[in-house]
């Protein structure tokens, strides 16, 4: 005879329609009425975008290295920063700039990243936030021993680590959930499910039902919502990250939504994908939706979207300007390779930068 | 004073550290309750509770990722990983962050972890619990590697990796846990992280070791002694960075040199040491550097693992052809 030992479901949110209505007037989170938040909230979204776009441009003008776009990812990334306390510590993949701008990292410094340039890791944003990590997933194991030394000691911090959907089929993430779990870690781990992992799709992952369902595998409390709705995004983030501070553990989000840009500017998404796809997302993208459900509430209008779109394209400018600056005139010395390797240089390095100093003319930037 | 062993001077090394620094938590699978597979850990949890002595779900990737996140903000993991062949799903943590994130972020994060674990064979343990892994990490950028070969080296080399603000490797001779007992006073005090220790002095030879083949080497210079051959003995026992100019000065007064590793030939710490005499040492050697190590196979199953291992007839094998050349 067979009984049920364990049952399961997982919760879908939505509340912004594609249109920008909301779905059911009657059942929506406070922050859909906050349009102060709101407002502020799509304005980063959109600065974000604007950076985005320039970023693309200096690399195709060969002014920026590889670059991965965050174009049509802005809700559920601006949402993970608006959700987070500044003592709390982000651990990002590559691609989440709306969550770190939120937390104070400057556009100039994601551009000395993908610039050649490791200043740009030396963010001026929470200094104790996490590096760019591109072996993908391990940094939701980071996030969990960044939780866990908050948890030993007896700090109401939260550790926010985000993935992707082909990230979770990684272990990190699996025994990130499973640590979490153990040990009631304060941490919120998020899959932004994007549909693709550079050329293959989410079907091709697994065949599980939702990649949500492996945080309740792992015995955590998971949702999954819509992650070009702003709303939902940010009302679950700041569920998950409330309760993980209150000390109820750890929580899993898959956001869903879609990647409207190539994975990096390395790569060319036409190869793999069809059009009528990414047509399709287009209708799907969040600052649309958002902003028509602001001009319905009479909290946004055409003027203010035309000062906003030129104060963004002046701030991606100065970016620029400032990150041309630092790698033209004020480029890093040689010997900053040798100089964070250690807290003290052990004495073959010191021989190795001194060698080193010998040929300064070599291997300038190609 | 106690005499204690190899394996208790790292668990005295982790009381003390523990005592003096709350930051410091020990975390790996089965060091707490059970104390560890080799009791390295023993008494630990009792003493210091499950908070500071943490038995982890049986996961070494996320053993080598907590660690780093822990240790990124303001804690000083130690984590165990049980024997030397489990340590490879961990490399990922290890070569692209532990050793990374002070340079990447430009000195704004830190990584001061330590993982220390059993390696080398000799014990007739299972397959993947006998390897030699030292040259791997050896060869990453941003981690040190030690290897003590004694109690007291036990002791004061695991404080000091302990107290180093940056990751560091702590490999621990298994076969020798146990072999020798030696006054090891608790004084906290630690040794240098990058410092040969001369074993024995001697003026016909210089024989370079490391870990558990240190005992086959001394043994091999008793039975030189016997025959009046004078062998210097040196334990580098910080593999990464070496020591080089205790070797080349030891060299510069024997002129011979013989390297002894239980790890494979070939890439091995050995062959730096031997490259470095090449260039540093050679117009004081009067004969070729000859290197005693394992073999490049896969280490075999314990029946026929001392064959695989240098053994005191083939260090001896290979003074002797170095002597051979006047």
């Known amino acids: 005879m067979a009984r049920t030992v364990a049952a399961f479901k997982v919760d879908h949110f939505q509340f912004l329609g594609a249109d920008g209505k ?20 799509y304005r980063l979204m959109t600065l974000t975008r604007a950076f985005d776009k320039k970023a693309v441009a200096l690399q195709r003008t060969g002014k920026l290295g590889t670059y ?12 993970i920063g608006a959700a987070m306390q500044e003592e709390d510590c982000l651990a990002p993949m590559y691609r989440e700039y709306g969550a770190q701008f939120y937390r104070g990292v400057k556009m100039s410094e994601v551009l000395l990243y993908w610039g050649g340039d490791e200043r740009g890791n030396d963010f001026s944003g929470p200094r ?14 980071h996030a969990a021993g960044a939780a866990m030394a908050y948890k030993l000691k007896n700090e109401a911090r939260v550790a926010v680590s985000i993935v992707g959907d082909g990230g979770s089929s990684k272990g990190d993430f699996l025994e990130a959930i499973n640590a979490a779990s153990a040990w009631k870690l304060p941490l919120v781990l998020v899959i932004i499910n994007n549909q693709w992992a550079i050329s293959v799709p989410r079907s091709k992952q697994n065949s599980a039902t939702t990649l949500a369902q492996k945080g309740i595998a792992g015995g955590l409390p998971s949702i999954q919502v819509d992650g070009n709705d702003l709303i939902a995004c940010l009302w679950a983030m700041e569920k998950a990250v409330s309760a993980a501070r209150a000390g109820k553990g750890a929580f899993v989000i898959e956001m869903l939504t879609y990647r409207l840009s190539d994975h990096t500017t ?22 649309k939706r958002l902003r028509s459900y602001l001009i319905d509430q009479g909290a946004w209008d055409d003027q203010r979207e035309q000062e906003l779109l030129s104060e963004c394209s002046q701030f991606v400018q100065q970016a620029a300007d400032e990150y041309m600056d630092l790698v033209q005139n004020k480029p890093q010395p040689l010997t900053a390779m040798f100089d964070y390797m250690y807290a003290d240089l052990p004495h ?7 060698y080193a100093e010998q040929f300064p003319e070599d291997g300038g930037h190609h | 004073m106690a005499k204690i062993t190899l394996i208790e001077g790292v668990t005295l090394a982790l009381a003390r550290a523990m005592e003096e620094d709350q930051s410091v938590v020990v975390l790996g699978e089965d060091v707490g309750v059970n104390g560890g597979v080799f009791r390295a850990t023993a008494g630990l949890q009792q003493r210091f509770g499950d908070e500071r002595v943490i038995d982890t779900p049986l996961a070494e990737v996320m053993i080598a990722g907590v660690s780093v996140g822990m240790a990124s903000q303001g804690m000083k993991p130690v984590a165990e990983a049980q024997f030397c062949g489990f340590t490879m799903p961990m490399i990922d943590h290890i070569m692209c962050h532990a050793g990374r994130m002070r340079n990447r972020t430009r000195g704004r994060l830190s990584c001061p972890m330590v993982l220390r674990f059993p390696t080398g064979g000799g014990i007739h343990a299972p397959e993947h619990h006998s390897e030699s892994p030292e040259a791997l990490f050896a060869h990453m950028p941003g981690i040190r590697v030690v290897m003590p070969s004694s109690p007291s080296r036990a002791y004061g080399l695991l404080l000091a990796a302990i107290r180093d603000p940056d990751p560091v490797i702590y490999m621990e001779p298994k076969r020798i846990y146990r072999w020798q007992r030696e006054d090891v006073e608790d004084d906290g005090e630690a040794l240098p992280l990058d410092v040969c220790f001369t074993l024995r002095d001697g003026k016909d030879i210089t024989l370079v070791t490391w870990g558990a083949m240190v005992k086959e080497t001394l043994q091999a210079a008793d039975q030189l002694e016997a025959k009046g051959i004078s062998a210097e003995v040196i334990d580098v026992a910080t593999l990464s960075p070496i020591d080089m100019d205790t ?10 040199c013989v390297i002894v590793q239980e790890a494979p030939k070939h890439c091995g710490v050995a062959s730096e040491i031997a490259a470095h005499l090449a260039d540093a040492g050679i117009w004081s050697l009067h004969a070729p550097v000859k290197r005693v190590c394992g073999y490049d196979t896969v280490m075999p199953l314990y029946r026929n693992e001392m064959k695989y291992m240098p053994s005191v007839r083939r260090i001896l094998h290979a003074v002797n052809q170095v002597l051979e050349v006047s």
């Not at chain 1, 776009?69 to 949402?79: F, P, Q, T, W």
């Not at chain 1, 760019?132 to 940094?139: E, H, K, L, M, R």
């Not at chain 1, 390395?266 to 799907?284: I, K, L, S």
């Open chain 1, 22 to 41: 909301l779905l059911d007037e009657q059942h929506v989170p406070a922050v859909a009425r906050d349009f102060d938040r709101l407002t502020d909230l």
């Open chain 1, 68 to 79: 991965a776009s965050s174009l049509g990812h802005e809700a559920a990334h601006v949402s």
């Open chain 1, 128 to 141: 104790h936030d996490f590096a760019w990590c591109v072996p993908i997933a391990t940094q939701c194991l």
């Open chain 1, 266 to 287: 390395a790569d060319d998404a036409r190869r793999y994908r069809p059009q009528e796809e990414v047509d399709e997302a287009w209708e799907q993208e969040p600052l």
């Open chain 1, 348 to 354: 073959d390095l010191v021989e190795q930068r001194a």
């Open chain 2, 247 to 256: 070797i080349v000065e030891s060299v510069a007064r024997t002129g011979r």
